[in-house]
C-alpha cells in the first residue's frame, strides 16, 4: 500500500487573517506499467520479470499510490485486453524502478497497443475509440442485462460512497467509484485523484476476484460521466452507471448505443435518467 496522503505547509487567509498551518494533500505519483515475457512456454522455469524476460513499457498514468494491481488490471480490462483473471499470469512491483508495476499476460492474450504519452489523472483513453469501435469490441452485452433498480437504491449510494471515502476525509482531493449491487450493497470501493483510476481500481478488484462481467451491477461515482467512464462501466459488464454531477454528450451516445443506463445528478431523491430509462423504477 502505498502514501495516499502527504502533510505540505499552507498559509490560510480567513477574514483578512494569516496563519501558516499545514495540510494534508492527495499524493499524485506517476505509475509505469511494464509489459513481461511470461517465460517459456508450459514447463519452463523463468520467472516474471527474470534475465530472461522481455520488458516494454505499455503507459504511464498519474495516480494515487495504493490498490496498484487493481489499478493495472482494470485498465487492462478497459482496454479490451482481458477478461478473466486467467489473462494475467502475473504482476509485481518492479524491484529496480520506483511506481513501476510489470505485468505478464497469458499465452494467446493480445496486449494493448502501447501509449507514447503519459495519461494525466484528469483523463482517460482520450477520445482514441469511436463509439461504434466501443460497441463493437464489448465483450458482454450490457444491453441484455434485465436488471431493474429502485430509485430510492440509487438515490442513497452518493452517501453510501462517501461513507468509505476515508483519504477524502483528510484532504477533500479524491475522486470516489463503488461497485454495488442492485440493492445498494457496496461491493468494492476505491478512491483515487484521478476519476478514470478509481473506476479501474473497482473493475480490476472485480477482475482480480472473478467477479467480471459485473451483470446486475450499479457503478456510483463521485463526479462527471464522461465517454471514458461509460466505457469502462460497458467493458466490465455494468449495466448502470450512476454520477453526482453531469454526463457529456459523447457518454449519453455510447452509453445509449452500449445499452447503459446512464444517471446523472443523482442528489437526494433527484436523478436525471439519460439512457435506458426502463430499468430504473420508481419506489
Known amino acids: 500500500m502505498g502514501v495516499v496522503t502527504d502533510r505540505r505547509r499552507v498559509v490560510r487567509v480567513r477574514e483578512g487573517a494569516r496563519a501558516a498551518r499545514p495540510d494534508t494533500l492527495a499524493v499524485e505519483e506517476p505509475l509505469m506499467v511494464r509489459l513481461v515475457d511470461p517465460g517459456p512456454a508450459p514447463g519452463g522455469t523463468t520467472p516474471v520479470g527474470g534475465a530472461a524476460s522481455g520488458s516494454s513499457a505499455l503507459t504511464v498514468t498519474m495516480r494515487t ?18 477478461a478473466a483473471p486467467g489473462d494475467i499470469v502475473a504482476m509485481r512491483l518492479c524491484p529496480d524502478e520506483d511506481n513501476t508495476v510489470e505485468v505478464a499476460l497469458a499465452r494467446g492474450v493480445e496486449p494493448p497497443r502501447q501509449r507514447a ?27 441484455s442485462d434485465p436488471v431493474t433498480v429502485g ?3 440509487i438515490s442513497a ?16 482531493g479524491l475522486h470516489a467509484a463503488g461497485l454495488f449491487t442492485a440493492d445498494g ?12 483510476n478509481a473506476v ?32 469502462k462501466a460497458a467493458r466490465a459488464g455494468i449495466p448502470v452507471l450512476s454520477a453526482i454531477s453531469a454526463p457529456s454528450t459523447l457518454a449519453v451516445d455510447l452509453a445509449d448505443e452500449c445499452g447503459l443506463t446512464l444517471l446523472g445528478f443523482v442528489r437526494g ?15
Not at 504519452?117 to 444491453?143: I, K, N, Q
Not at 449510494?157 to 477533500?172: C, H, I, K, N, V
Not at 478488484?205 to 467512464?229: K, M, N, W
Not at 431523491?269 to 419506489?283: C, I, L
Request: glycine letters at 10%; proline letters at 4%.
Open 65 to 82: 499510490p495504493g490498490d496498484d494491481f487493481d489499478l493495472v488490471a482494470g485498465w487492462l480490462v478497459s482496454e479490451g485486453a482481458v
Open 117 to 143: 504519452f503519459a495519461t494525466t489523472s484528469a483523463c482517460g483513453v482520450c477520445g482514441s475509440d469511436t463509439v461504434v469501435e466501443v460497441r463493437a469490441g464489448l465483450r458482454w452485452p450490457v444491453a
Open 151 to 153: 430509485s430510492d437504491v
Open 157 to 172: 449510494l452518493p452517501d453510501r460512497l462517501r461513507e468509505r471515502q476515508r483519504a477524502f476525509d483528510r484532504t477533500g
Open 185 to 196: 450493497e457496496p461491493l468494492y470501493v476505491r478512491e483515487d485523484v484521478g476519476r478514470h
Open 200 to 231: 479501474d481500481k473497482v473493475v480490476g478488484a472485480a477482475l482480480r476476484d472473478g467477479a467480471l462481467p459485473a451483470a446486475g451491477t450499479i457503478l456510483q461515482v463521485s463526479g462527471r460521466a464522461s465517454f471514458e467512464l461509460v466505457q
Open 269 to 283: 431523491d433527484s436523478m436525471n435518467v439519460y439512457t435506458w430509462a426502463d430499468r430504473v423504477v420508481s419506489s
